[in-house]
């Protein structure tokens, strides 16, 4: 059995953004040399999430409307109140809100060396409360 660990770097831009990782996630599966098992894919952040879902640019941009629509800025969330308490602290609670309806990570079968997906599924980092640089743990175990 092998275990290969890798942490995948990001700068994000934008506030709200998404990334396609589907691609460096499977150069860390092939990088591994586990041919068969399963990939581990987490993002090491509060305010950032990991789905499995179709990268169309409409779908995304649904997703990212609809989350500021169940998790508004600015409605007087208690955690904001932080920010006027410690330094450098941001008003931030619609990101971590967001990010806990999607999720911090995802497991997939590995088969052949290579990530198992679906027809359209690509792994996405949805960035909550950029620009920031962020990391992804991916690990894979297997043999």
Do not use: C
């Not at 041919?35 to 509060?46: C, F, Q």
């Not at 969330?77 to 941001?90: N, V």
């Amino acid at each position: 059995m092998k275990t290969h660990h890798a942490v995948l770097t990001v700068s994000t831009r934008g506030r709200r953004e998404t990334h396609d990782l589907t691609d460096p996630v499977a150069t860390v599966v092939r990088a591994s040399g586990v041919r068969r098992g399963l990939v581990h894919v987490a993002s090491l952040h509060t305010t950032a999430a990991l789905t499995v879902n179709e990268h169309e640019p409409r779908l995304m941009q649904d997703l990212l409307d609809w989350l500021h629509r169940v998790a508004p800025a600015g409605q007087g969330w208690r955690h904001d109140g932080l920010a006027a308490t410690i330094p450098g602290e941001p008003a931030n609670t619609d990101a971590h809100l967001a990010a806990m309806l999607l999720g911090r990570g995802h497991t997939l079968p590995v088969e052949e060396g290579a990530p198992v997906l679906g027809t359209w599924q690509r792994i996405i980092l949805v960035e909550l409360d950029g620009p920031r640089t962020r990391r992804v743990a991916v690990t894979v175990t297997g043999t």
